[in-house]
């Protein structure tokens, strides 16, 4: 069993910035981010695999950078340009298969979120 433990969430502005970082108990091959805004389903954001190939939502392309630390088993998610339609709870998700998704359905581990709050 892998242990997800975010940090970093907040309140800022639109325009702002805030990056949310995540460590792992354990090695996995796909390490990603999700989001829960309030009444919505939880949906994907941005993911990297084990050699950091990246893929975001379209939502977030330009704006979001996500990054791992391959031998600390952490994974960040840079956040620029901020909009309050990205307010939501973020997840740190990881995966034990190598495939890269989008699917929430896919990941096998999951931290416990970290608010993020844009104001407008």
């Known amino acids: 069993q892998v242990q997800l433990v975010e940090s970093g969430g907040g309140l800022v502005q639109a325009g702002g910035s805030l990056r949310l970082a995540c460590t792992a108990s354990?090695?996995?091959?796909?390490m990603g981010w999700f989001r829960q805004a309030p009444g919505k389903e939880r949906e994907f954001v941005a993911a990297?695999?084990?050699?950091?190939?990246?893929r975001y939502a379209d939502s977030v392309k330009g704006r979001f950078t996500i990054s791992r630390d391959i031998f600390e088993n952490t994974v960040s998610l840079l956040m620029n340009g901020l909009k309050p339609d990205d307010t939501a709870v973020y997840y740190c998700?990881?995966?034990?298969?190598?495939?890269?998704?989008?699917?929430?359905?896919?990941?096998?581990?999951w931290g416990q979120g970290t608010q993020v709050t844009v104001s407008s």
């Open positions: 990297v695999d084990w050699s950091r190939f990246t």
């Open positions: 998700s990881a995966r034990r298969s190598p495939r890269l998704s989008t699917t929430k359905e896919d990941y096998d581990y």
């Open positions: 354990g090695r996995t091959y796909i």
